[in-house]
């Protein structure tokens, strides 16, 4: 089973942006912790961060035939990445969003997310373990059928 983890604008910065907010856990140390997590959980992860919409988009379309799900940080791309809302709609398998922070819990604008819609679920506002959480979700999502 392939899962993609698609990591938004900014997100490279974890561990350095807002630590007050995103915690001092790089993002380095998320992916670690998310393969450790699917070698348990015997799935493959494909994962990429790009600070482009684009090259996101990209991802997914390139994977649309060989992937079984996917979970998406969209980052800034939360209230108004209409393409890649578009582009997770159309992906055949189950998507996730996640957040290590709670939307919801601040500025009111944050709190809006273009890309819930197109998604099965959202994990958020559980810093590092909300990747954890999303992961283990979407493998029995999956698994389900």
Do not use: C
Not at 43 to 61: K, M, R, T
Request: proline share 6%.
């Amino acid at each position: 089973m392939k899962i993609l983890v698609l990591h938004g604008p900014n997100l490279n910065l974890f561990g350095r942006r807002e630590p007050h907010i995103y915690g001092t856990t790089t993002l380095a140390e998320i992916d670690r912790r998310l393969q450790a997590l699917a070698q348990e959980l015997e799935v493959e992860l494909a994962i990429l961060q790009s600070n482009h919409e684009g090259v996101l988009i990209d991802f997914l379309h390139a994977n649309i035939d060989a992937a079984q799900g996917a979970l998406v940080n969209p980052a800034g791309l939360t209230q108004h990445g209409v393409p890649l809302h578009d582009a997770i709609k159309a992906m055949p398998f189950p998507v996730l969003e996640v957040h290590m922070s709670n939307i919801a819990a601040r500025e009111p604008w944050r709190s809006h997310s273009i890309i819930s819609p197109a998604v099965r679920g959202t994990v958020q506002g559980l810093g590092p373990q909300s990747y954890l959480a999303a992961l283990r979700g979407v493998v029995a999502l999956v698994q389900e059928g």
